[in-house]
């Protein structure tokens, strides 16, 4: 324990009992919500015997989600990593290709890049986005990039930049319009990892529908889910069917013949869990309201607090507040650890944010960028329970 903790943790403990009284039980860090409406469609398509890859569910949650973002098209599939695999694939990454991800990520932005063959080149975040970084990104490619006959190339490794995925971290949107013009200026196609952003937007519109893709995860714990689940969003048509034909074996369509003309992958959404995304899709508006409320109701509790600060939506972002964030503000992994303790302890689940992914042992000789930024946001960020039914506690 260091000199500083006392009083660091008597802040947030009086935060969170602010905020969410004293725990009966552990508060998890974020609980799904279901009720009739979720009971219903599930029962109507148990019924109806079409629970895997047949059925009407996956068109209307594909259209509710297209609907609900304004991507011209979504396609649904089985999680979130399958999403952006796909979707990297389709934007045109190939084996020993890099992609440029951010360093502080879940570990399935790095694993889709590698599932593609490719590798991941780690960039810097932004301490107020939380997300990569554009400002750092473009120092990083003037330094690194070279011009090739197929787009830039890494100049250290010989290997071709084919894809930048900027990821918005806990439903804070990247400042995307500095991203994208940087991105375009190296004619480099931008896919974004938005699992966590369903219901945000930047500048008005909903993240997803800057790049060329954009996926999404419906997990338990994301702000809407399937059970697992996940979704492509693109506007441009022939990505689109191209995503749905690669994600359902690429099957020419027939009444009869099983004829299929790549190899391809079985990743659609069964049915039964796209039922219940159509369900969850409804209370979406419901759930973006109270996590809001919890939300504020978390930065005015901690408003002042000497040592440590809320994380608000950053500048241009409206944010679906997915996971709830404090900031240390001396990024210390000691102090932090000290406090997650403290607070688990006392029956609020809070953790930390994901280990740097250049320190995972299969991502360790990845190219990277210089990561100050995203080393201090390691040590000093803080999820507390985010579950929409907290707003409701007075
Ligand atoms: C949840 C998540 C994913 C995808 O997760 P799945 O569990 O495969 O649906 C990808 N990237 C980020 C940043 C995530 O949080």
Known sequence: ???QTPPLRSALL????????????LIPLHEPEFSEAENA????????????????????????????????HAVAVVNGTAALQIALTLAGVQRDDEVLIPALSFVATANAVAHCGAIPHFVDSNIRTLGLDPEALAAHLA??????????VNRLTGRRLAAIVPMHTFGHTVDLAPLMEVAG?????????????????????????FGLLATLSF?????????????????????????????????????WEFFHDAVAWNYRLPNLNAALGC???????????????????????LDGCPGISFVPEPEHCRSNYWLNTVMLSQPDSCVRDELLG?????????????????????????????????????????????????????
């Not at 979406?284 to 930065?299: I, M, N, P, V, W």
Request: glycine share 8%.
């Open 143 to 152: 330094k690194v990039a070279r011009t090739g006959t197929q787009g830039p």
């Open 41 to 72: 469609v599930l029962q109507d398509c148990l019924a109806s015997t079409f629970v895997s890859s047949v059925g009407k569910y996956v068109d209307q949650f594909e259209a509710m989600l297209a609907d609900y973002t304004g991507a011209k």
């Open 14 to 25: 009086q935060g969170l009992q602010k905020v969410l009284g004293t725990p009966a039980t």
């Open 185 to 209: 200026r190296y004619g480099v196609p931008v896919v974004e990892d938005a699992a966590e952003a369903l219901g945000s937007t930047y500048k008005g519109r909903h993240a997803g529908t």
């Open 342 to 394: 403290a607070a688990n302890d006392a029956g609020y689940q809070c953790r930390p944010v994901w280990t740097l992914l250049h320190k995972l042992p299969m991502f360790a000789d990845c190219p990277r960028a210089e990561l100050p930024v995203a080393l201090d946001l390691e040590a000093s960020l803080i999820n507390l329970p985010s579950s929409p039914k907290l707003a409701s506690i007075p």
């Open 1 to 3: 324990m260091t000199a």
């Open 279 to 301: 369900a969850q899709m409804t209370r979406l508006t419901s759930l973006l309201e109270r996590k809001r409320e919890l939300a504020s109701r978390y930065q005015r509790a």
């Open 219 to 255: 997990n338990g714990n994301k702000i809407i889910t399937t059970g697992g689940g996940g979704a492509i969003l693109t506007n441009d048509e022939v990505l689109a069917r191209r995503a749905k034909h690669l994600t359902t074996t690429a099957k020419r369509p027939h009444r």
